[in-house]
């Protein structure tokens, strides 16, 4: 079964600092990867996905993300976070092409000044 | 383009009456929407996946008897919480598929959620 694990609850960072946001997903078929970002109180924006192709994904705000297969992973990164980027942060993989997605426990980004 | 409206954002209610929570994809036709329960502090659990015109596919766990869900057109899904209970407070969350995109994955567009609170 598909699953994605994201290895920190929370993460708390200066501003203008770089982040990584940890995710390792599982899976034994194609793989589709999402990262999410919620704001509180709203629903879910993408910030990007993985499809196939590059490995090194770009999305909006200044992240991007890199697919690896070796170790499984597909981590978030920002060179220099701002404190409207604090919120939480999503996960997720496809379950196959029906667009099912399945979370990750999601990370709690919280920007400092 | 892409937007996923939900209707009301917030509803408070009491013990076993009904609510209605709507889901509407406002400039594209949605052939699938899921259905989410997201609690406090955790992460998204789908519930169920609504198909325009056929009977939703549950989780295992949620009860469909419960959560009741129609998709009657191509942009609109409605979740109708039966009999709400104070555990059935949650924030619910709709996404949709675009219906160009049918074969394609991609990502599917998030309503901004309705907290619904059970006294």
């Known amino acids: 079964a598909q699953s994605v694990t994201q290895l920190d609850s929370q993460v708390p960072v200066f501003e203008e600092a770089p982040v990584e946001l940890r995710c390792n997903y599982s899976s034994s078929v194609s793989v589709y990867l999402f990262w999410y970002v919620q704001y509180p109180n709203q629903g879910l924006q993408l910030l990007l996905k993985y499809l196939s192709g590059s490995t090194l994904v770009k999305g909006i705000n200044g992240f991007e993300a890199e697919f690896n297969k070796s170790q499984t992973s597909f981590h978030l990164r920002k060179p220099s976070v701002h404190i409207s980027d604090t919120a939480e942060y999503f996960c997720a993989t496809a379950y196959n092409q029906g667009g099912k997605l399945i979370f990750g426990q999601g990370t709690e980004l919280s920007v400092k000044p | 383009g892409a937007v996923v409206s939900q209707h009301p954002s917030w509803v408070i209610c009491k013990s076993g009456t009904s609510v209605k929570i709507e889901c509407r994809s406002l400039?594209?036709?949605?052939?699938?929407m899921f259905w989410y329960r997201q609690f406090p502090k955790q992460s998204l659990m789908l519930m169920a996946t609504?198909?325009?015109?056929?009977?939703?596919?549950?989780e295992q766990g949620v009860e469909k008897d419960k959560f009741l869900i129609n998709h009657a057109s191509l942009t609109l899904s409605t979740l109708t919480v039966t009999s709400a209970h104070p555990e059935d407070s949650s924030f619910y969350i709709c996404?949709?598929?675009?219906?160009?995109?049918?074969?394609?994955?991609?990502?599917?567009?998030f309503g901004p959620g309705t907290r619904l609170t059970v006294l």
């Open positions: 400039d594209f036709q949605a052939t699938t």
């Open positions: 609504s198909n325009e015109g056929s009977k939703a596919t549950y």
């Open positions: 996404s949709a598929r675009d219906r160009e995109k049918r074969g394609v994955v991609d990502e599917q567009f």
